[in-house]
């Protein structure tokens, strides 16, 4: 029979101040505008397969051969109403994305912790920013490890027959913050050959014997290990100093 090890229940509820719960609105205001832009962007991309019509990938392709569609005069008029709300839309939410894009760039330009932050691989200005935001005080993670599984980014361990097997990450933690990690540490796997560092040869070695997706939340979990580090200690991260 199979049986969890148990790890303790971990319950972090840091203090935040009124700015930090502004800057943690306009992510969460950017994820959800972002989430539809894609939903608008998929409706767009089918209908207009369609009529065999197949955009390159990205919303400003789509939106380029979206107009070539609209000006084709053979389209019923049914076709280019729905054609027209789908491109208006997605321009609205692309320029409401974008002011929200500068509102975060400010912050960041006026927070030293998230500047630091940005420099990790796969680290931007958005993840840097929720980051900063989020966790007002590391100190009270023991260690980058225990930042990391609060963070939902330790594999879930099973003991069978006395051994112990690794499982898939666990559901808890900060969904946004693991979703933004992985989601960078996937950046930096798709340009670990172009670009040698010792992270690059460490990931470049995991995936000759682990999968993509695996390697992408070990490296997830690196990277919130490091983003620990620089927190409780005000380092500023060295690519080739000691690993973290």
Not at 19 to 34: D, K, P, W, Y
Not at 74 to 82: S, T
Not at 90 to 110: P, R, V
Not at 196 to 203: A, F, S
Request: one cysteine or more; a positive charge; aromatic letters at 6%.
């Amino acid at each position: 029979m199979c049986e969890a090890v148990g790890r303790p229940t971990m319950r972090f509820v840091p203090v935040k101040t009124v700015e930090q719960q502004s800057i943690l609105m306009a992510h969460r205001t950017r994820s959800l505008l972002v989430r539809q832009r894609t939903m608008a962007a998929n409706a767009l991309r089918a209908h207009l397969a369609e009529y065999g019509l197949v955009a390159n990938p990205g919303i400003a392709n789509l939106v380029k051969l979206a107009d070539r569609a609209f000006a084709d005069e053979a389209l019923p008029a049914y076709a280019h109403r729905a054609l027209e709300i789908l491109i208006r839309r997605i321009a609205e939410l692309t320029e409401e994305i974008g002011a929200l894009d500068q509102d975060l760039k400010a912050w960041h330009a006026g927070n030293e912790a998230s500047r630091r932050l940005a420099a990790i691989p796969g680290v931007g200005v958005i993840t840097a920013t929720a980051l900063a935001a989020t966790v007002t005080d590391p100190d009270q993670f023991r260690s980058g490890r225990q930042f990391a599984a609060w963070l939902g980014l330790t594999p879930q361990q099973h003991s069978t027959g006395g051994k112990t097997r690794l499982g898939g990450i666990s559901k808890q933690g900060d969904r946004y913050l693991r979703r933004l990690l992985v989601v960078g540490a996937t950046a930096v796997m798709r340009h670990a050959k172009r670009n040698p560092t010792p992270m690059t040869d460490w990931v470049n070695g995991l995936l000759e014997k682990k999968p993509f997706r695996l390697v992408s939340v070990a490296l997830a979990n690196k990277l919130a290990r490091i983003a620990w580090v620089l927190l409780t200690r005000g380092e500023t991260y060295r690519p080739y100093g000691r690993p973290v």
